[in-house]
């Protein structure tokens, strides 16, 4: 049974209460009448959830805001001194052990969690606690990938970043175009996997074959503007990041080519709508 983990189990044997359910090795879990959604015979599979509670193993055929493994943003609501508890998504809330938290959580506030089994109790377990940029092996991604990004912190060199709920990245200073505010959620592209593990991403794709969204972007923003915009290639890139969340060199490529396609003319101080 893998446990925090959506999987797929056969019904065993049916009860007025619900489901028994079991995987290849003979193990149950229990799935509640409530969590039964359409009428199935023992015998057939059904996809689950499975969680403890009691010390019991259960499943639901909710879906919980992360599995084991991931991360997500969750609200506490409760705090006691041994811990707090979390809204994850199902019937059953997340514990996190005070000794696993990196500050006191308050009952009400948004947290990043990381959800892992703790060894020792053998229990599923949230922390607060985890490292930064940390160094990783065989990584599922390429560069220029598209992936969804959690906002973790600022720092000197940055943000980091949850990639993909499972990743630790970090986005330079020198890539961050638009307000970024912690736990908030942005798509992302990957810049680099460097030799050490460690993943540097980007808030905008790279390259002249992505060019046509930052061309639809000046477009919009054209056409909210009543055909002028006040920046030019000549304009600074902070001038540009102002007004557009766009880096300078994507901005020159973009109007390249929509100057290119006789869409609008380049002045001296401002580009204009054809």
Request: with cysteine; hydrophobic share 35%.
């Amino acid at each position: 049974m893998q446990l925090g983990k959506t999987q797929t189990l056969t019904i065993s044997e049916k009860i007025n209460s619900g489901w028994i359910l079991v995987d290849e090795s003979g193990e149950k879990a229990f799935l509640p009448k409530i969590f039964i959604q359409e009428e199935k015979e023992t015998g057939e599979e059904v996809e689950v959830f499975v969680y403890q509670d009691d010390d019991k193993l259960k499943a639901t055929t909710e879906i919980p805001l992360a599995e084991v493994g991931e991360f997500a943003v969750m609200s506490c609501v409760q705090s006691l001194p041994s811990g707090a508890f979390m809204d994850w998504g199902i019937i059953k809330d997340l514990f996190i052990p005070y000794k696993q938290q990196k500050t006191k959580i308050v009952e009400g506030k948004r947290y990043l969690v990381y959800i892992y089994v703790d060894e020792d109790m053998e229990l599923i377990t949230g922390t607060t606690k985890f490292k930064r940029n940390p160094q990783y092996d065989h990584l599922p991604f390429q560069k220029g990938d598209k992936v969804d990004l959690i906002m973790m912190n600022e720092s000197e060199l940055g943000w980091n970043v949850v990639i993909n709920k499972q990743y630790i990245g970090l986005i330079y200073a020198s890539d961050v175009f638009k307000k970024l505010y912690p736990l908030s959620e942005e798509k992302g592209y990957i810049k680099t996997i460097r030799e050490d593990g460690k993943i540097d991403v980007s808030l905008q794709p790279e390259g002249f074959e992505n060019i046509d969204e930052f061309k639809q972007k000046i477009l919009n923003k054209l056409e909210e503007n009543y055909g002028l915009l006040y920046v030019s290639d000549k304009s600074s890139p902070e001038e540009i990041k102002d007004e557009l969340q766009m880096s300078k060199k994507n901005f020159k490529k973009a109007i390249g080519g929509l100057y290119k396609d006789k869409v609008i003319d380049i002045l001296e101080d401002k580009i204009k709508l054809l």
